[in-house]
């Protein structure tokens, strides 16, 4: 898989390519130093996978993640950072990024990005624990305003509590090919990527 790496620490940057690439399973086209530049480089390279550091000097790399989703919202941006910071977390989560992960949990990166590279989400268990307590807030989701309707409002509480489609189909007495439907049909209509986007959107909601 063809990568970038953006981290504004020169240093860590070289050696997550060195570790990377030492896997056998990893290119890393170029590196980047600052959010300015981990968008000149994804126009560039169009990699498989932005591996990239959220706080850095001047421009963050939240802020050169939302830049980059707005023009190519297919982009697979995995954060890797030091920081455990709740405010970083729900704004990774919010942008329909396909990761978080932290530094000091190396011998995850290659697993991570080979999981993004299979088009799911991979967050470290330590952001994943912390998801429900994060996102919950006192006001009510008005389903109504979405057109969203019990069924519906069904899927959306058990892809909030981590289910698979095949899992939901189980509770609910459903086919694996009517969920998928189902969850097709709620995205479009509260205008979200994915079901990482729609559980964050229930527990910000909550």
């Given at each position: 898989?063809n990568i970038?790496v953006?981290?504004?620490?020169?240093l860590?940057?070289?050696?997550?390519?060195?570790?990377?690439?030492?896997?056998?399973?990893?290119?890393?086209?170029?590196?980047?130093n600052s959010?300015?530049?981990?968008?000149?480089?994804?126009e560039?390279?169009k990699?498989?996978?932005?591996?990239?550091?959220i706080r850095?000097?001047?421009m963050?790399g939240?802020e050169?993640?939302?830049i980059?989703l707005?023009?190519?919202s297919?982009a697979?941006?995995?954060?890797?950072t030091?920081?455990?910071?709740?405010e970083?977390?729900v704004?990774?989560?919010?942008l329909?990024t396909?990761?978080y992960?932290l530094k000091?949990n190396f011998e995850?990166i290659?697993?991570a990005?080979?999981?993004?590279?299979?088009?799911?989400?991979?967050?470290?268990?330590?952001v994943i624990?912390?998801?429900?307590s994060?996102?919950?807030?006192q006001?009510?989701?008005?389903?109504?305003?979405?057109d969203?309707n019990?069924k519906?409002k069904?899927?959306?509480?058990l892809?909030?509590?981590?289910?698979?489609?095949?899992e939901i189909?189980?509770?609910?007495?459903?086919s694996?090919?009517?969920v998928?439907?189902y969850?097709?049909?709620?995205?479009?209509k509260?205008?979200l990527?994915?079901?990482?986007?729609?559980?964050?959107f229930?527990?910000?909601?909550k």
């Amino acid at each position: 898989m063809n990568i970038v790496v953006v981290d504004d620490d020169n240093l860590v940057a070289i050696s997550l390519k060195t570790i990377l690439e030492a896997s056998g399973e990893v290119t890393v086209l170029d590196i980047g130093n600052s959010g300015e530049q981990a968008i000149n480089l994804y126009e560039k390279h169009k990699p498989d996978i932005l591996l990239m550091d959220i706080r850095m000097g001047g421009m963050t790399g939240i802020e050169a993640g939302e830049i980059i989703l707005k023009k190519y919202s297919d982009a697979k941006i995995l954060y890797l950072t030091t920081f455990s910071d709740d405010e970083y977390i729900v704004k990774a989560l919010r942008l329909g990024t396909k990761g978080y992960i932290l530094k000091q949990n190396f011998e995850c990166i290659v697993p991570a990005l080979r999981t993004v590279m299979e088009g799911q989400t991979v967050f470290g268990d330590d952001v994943i624990n912390r998801l429900p307590s994060l996102m919950q807030k006192q006001s009510g989701i008005d389903y109504e305003k979405y057109d969203i309707n019990e069924k519906e409002k069904e899927i959306i509480e058990l892809i909030a509590e981590g289910l698979s489609n095949k899992e939901i189909a189980a509770e609910l007495f459903l086919s694996e090919g009517t969920v998928r439907n189902y969850l097709s049909s709620i995205l479009e209509k509260l205008e979200l990527r994915d079901r990482t986007q729609l559980a964050v959107f229930y527990y910000n909601n909550k």
